[in-house]
Structures are given as C-alpha cells and as structure tokens.
C-alpha cells in the first residue's frame, strides 16, 4: 500500500494541516511549491508565520472581512505569483480526530483547490449576460417607449380594446425589464462578482427605506406596512443598497401574496450576535412541499407568476444576503401567513484610532 | 437656492433612431422646442459649434466614440464644459454609474426609460432639484 504521505503528495490541490497550538505539524509538496519551499522547512512552524508568507501571494477576492467561521469555511482567493493569476478556493475544516470525539476540532486542515478555470468560466458566462442585457435593453426601450407614447394619447385617440391591447404590451415589456435585471443581478452573485460596499448602519433605517419603496404597491392593494422593533438595534456591516434591496424583495413579495385590507409587518430583533429582520404576511401560506424549492431560480409557485414575479427575487434575496455572511429562512403554513426571516451578523466594534491592522489577518489560516 | 429651468434646446446623442424617435416625441410632447438628434461623437462636436443645447442627452455604447468618451472631451473642452450632460444608457451596472458620474455628468438614466417623465427628470436635475444625481430612468430596476 502507497505511503499516505506519497498520496496527499501527489494530490493537485496543497494542503496544510495545523495542531492545536497553532503550528505546522503537515504540508504537502504541492502547497510548499505554491509558496516556493520545501515541505520540511514549514515544519513546526507558527500559523501566524505562514499567514504572513501567504500573505505575500494571496488575498482574498470576496469576504476579506470576516474572520474564519468556528467550524468550516470557504472562500475564494487570488494567488499571484509574479507575472501569474491563479484562484484558489480555500477550505478549512476542524482536524478529525481518531476515536475519542473529545480530541476532535484540536487542530485544522487547510486546503487549497485550483479554481482558476472555474473562474474564468464564470467571469465569461457573466460577460456574457451583461453583453445580453444590454443588447435587450435597446428594443426594449423602443418598445416600451413607443407603447406608453401611444397609451398617452400623444399619437392621437385608441380604442378601448387597442388600449387593452397596448395595455397588456405595456405590461409584459416591464415584466422583461425586471427579468432582465433581475437575471443580471443574479449572474453577479453567481459569479461572485457582487461589489459591497460595506458600512456601518442600523437595519431599521434601511428598512423604513424599502417601506417607503413598496408603499406605493401597498397602498394599491390595501395592504398596511409597519416596522415593528422594541428595542434599538446593533449596529451591522452591509451595504446599505443590496440589504434594501433584499427587504424591498421580500416585501413585496409579502404584499402581492396579502388580502386586502391586511398588514405586513417588519419585525426587527436581535441577539448577542445576530441582527434579525422578518418580514411576516397574513396571506395564503406556503404548502410544506413547496417550502424546500421557494429560494430556488425560476421556482415561483403559479400564483407568483400570474402577479407578474420573475422567479428570481428570492433567489437574488438569499444571494445578497449569503454575500452578507447572514442566513435566510421561511416559516410558513397553508392559511396562517408567512415569515421569510434573515440574520447579518452583528458588526466588530470599530478599532480605536491608531490600532495597526494585523498583519496576515485576512489570510489566516 | 434650486431653480427649474425650462427646456427649450436639447442635443441627443444616440445611435438607435427607433430610440432617437421615441425620445424626440417624449420631449416634444412636453414643449421642448428644439431637438437636435445625432448618431454619434464626430457630429455632436460639429453640432456643437453652431448650436448651444440646455442640456447634452448621451448614450454610452456608441461606435467609433463611446459615450464615456464623449462627455470626457466635452468636459475637457472650455467651450463646451459648461454645457450639461445626462447619460441615457442601457449600462446600468453601478461600476458604469460610477464612471459616468466622474466623468462630470450630471445624472445618469437608464434605459428603458418612461417617456412620460423623461422631461421631468431632466429638467429636475438641471434644476438642481433631484433627490440624487443617479436615477433609474426606467421602470423596475
């Protein structure tokens, strides 16, 4: 039987692994050669070391905010080696230990995986849409343009079904906008090319935001919207346009989906290390069978199309708040209203003025 | 303290003529008494020398010259720095708002756009009186 050594060696992606008091207890040959060294030199080594080497080649393209979750984690981060890109998607998981579970998590395993044609794929199916989008959007603009011209009465009388006519035109053409936005705002995600420009903000003014955004649709349909937060709320770090543009999706999904005369509410809460914002209807509910499919692409329930969705919203909405290091849920029952609820983590306390980054910290593995 | 302007002369720069048609009436239909439509850069700079727009209406993806371009001479010009400019573009990425916006524009809309207020929204960011410099032109994001 090969040695295991010879094995994990021979292994494309590089790999490292780090005992519980931080220091290099395995690397293989192909990370040592990413780093220019050899295995043996790395041996023993501190974590924060290695940090500061890498850091030499790597940063990370998404996320480089957030320190390592407690269990796993994955992220994506360029590796330039003079003149040469490469990505590489870094998993870090705790170290199994053999038998006892009391020793497990003592320790972790690092490793690096070339992701570099991956992403290159996704950068040209993501050009691809932007080039798509644009060329859509030129007709579509004559179209549209022409149809609310004609709808203005500008171009002289219509009948009453030519203004039907042009009625449903004029309808469908803003149902493809939206697609198409939509579509364009997904393949950014999945491409992970989705820009934050993060701050710090308290969650109740972004969702008094996105209130007065749907307000217009809610008053259309008699629907009453309201914030509801008993408490003040830490503060997080987003980006204040992708987390209204989140609210205002659930929201609006929650008044097209409520009776008349009915009431959505925006519950805000929050704990030691989550701020919460669930957003709660008095519609039809979601079936059970159809809960697991709804943060799907494409997967709106055929009430959702017929009030003009795009079957995207959701999916977008769980995107941007991924991006957010949040979670997204729904809890929801046939004839009692639905609750599509999200967490952001609570933001670190900003550093005093004069505190030095640390050295290596976005790379720490 | 902002005040509306009225709109008598606007220079289209726009190489789709269903698109130059639609925004020809959608001004028209508001008063607007003189539309200058051309396909691209090389014209709107000849334009330039004999007539004085209020405003510059300009796309982006334009052959030869693209808009970006385009607004980056006239900004770059003392003749024609004063005059404004307002993207009306399919570009609707914020990257592409960003870069309009430095160039020196004063707002950028963008396509599709709703005929009915496309005055509205020029005329208020002319005036000085529009919530914000980048605004959606069209309906739905």
């Known amino acids: 039987m090969m040695p295991e050594r010879n094995i994990l060696d021979s292994l494309g992606s590089g790999l490292v692994v780090l005992d519980e008091r931080d220091r290099v207890s395995f690397m293989n040959r192909t990370l040592a050669e990413m780093l220019h060294a050899t295995q043996e030199e790395w041996l023993g080594r501190s974590s924060g070391e290695l940090a500061l080497v890498m850091a030499r080649f790597a940063q990370p393209v998404a996320s480089p905010r957030f320190d390592w979750p407690e269990a796993f984690g994955s992220r994506d981060i360029e590796w330039r080696d003079g003149e040469t890109l490469r990505f590489f998607r870094e998993d870090s998981s705790p170290l199994a230990a053999e038998g006892a579970q009391e020793n497990a998590g003592k320790g972790r395993v690092f490793a690096y995986h070339d992701v570099s044609h991956e992403k290159a794929v996704d950068r040209m199916k993501s050009e691809f849409i932007s080039v798509a989008s644009h060329e859509l959007r030129t007709p579509m603009t004559s179209i549209k343009g022409s149809v609310d011209l004609i709808l203005s009465g500008f171009a002289g009388e219509t009948s009453p079904e030519m203004q039907e006519l042009l009625e449903i035109a004029q309808k469908s053409c803003d149902r493809l906008v939206r697609l198409v936005n939509d579509i364009l705002d997904l393949s950014k995600i999945e491409a992970g090319q989705l820009k934050l420009n993060l701050e710090r903000l308290d969650v109740t003014e972004i969702a008094v935001r996105a209130i007065c955004a749907v307000k217009p649709l809610a008053d259309k349909n008699d629907v009453r919207l309201r914030v509801d937060r008993p408490l003040p709320l830490p503060i997080v770090e987003a980006d204040p346009d992708r987390i209204e543009q989140a609210i205002t999706n659930l929201l609006s999904n929650a008044v097209k989906f409520s009776p008349s005369k009915s009431e959505v509410v925006v519950e805000l809460s929050s704990d030691n290390l989550w701020v919460q914002c669930a957003v709660c209807d008095q519609g039809a509910g979601i079936a059970e069978k159809d809960l697991h499919r709804i943060f799907g692409k494409f997967q709106q329930l055929s009430e959702g199309r017929r009030k003009g969705g795009t079957g995207l919203g959701l999916a977008i909405t769980r995107g941007l708040i991924d991006e957010h290091r949040g979670s997204i849920w729904v809890e929801s029952r046939v004839g009692q209203g639905s609750r599509f609820i999200f967490r952001l983590p609570i933001a670190a306390p900003p550093s005093p003025p004069g505190t030095p980054a640390m050295a290596g910290q976005a790379v720490k593995p | ?141």
């Open chain 2, 1 to 141: 303290m902002a005040r509306e302007v009225k709109l008598t002369r606007v220079l289209v720069v726009e190489d789709d003529v269903d698109i130059q048609k639609v925004i020809r009436m959608s001004l028209k239909m508001r008063g607007v008494a003189e539309i200058v439509l051309v396909e691209g850069g090389a014209e709107c700079f000849e334009r330039l020398s004999s007539f004085a727009p209020d405003v510059i209406l300009l796309d982006v993806m334009m052959p030869h010259l693209d808009g970006y371009e385009i607004c980056r001479r006239l900004k770059q010009d003392a003749a024609t720095r004063a005059i404004p400019v307002v993207f009306l573009t399919a570009r609707v990425q914020k990257a592409d708002r960003e870069r309009g916006m430095k160039l020196g524009a004063l707002g950028y809309l963008t396509k599709p756009f709703d005929p009915m207020t496309l005055h509205d929204q020029i005329v208020a960011l002319v005036s000085g009186t529009a919530g914000g410099k980048e605004q959606e032109g069209g309906t739905g994001k």
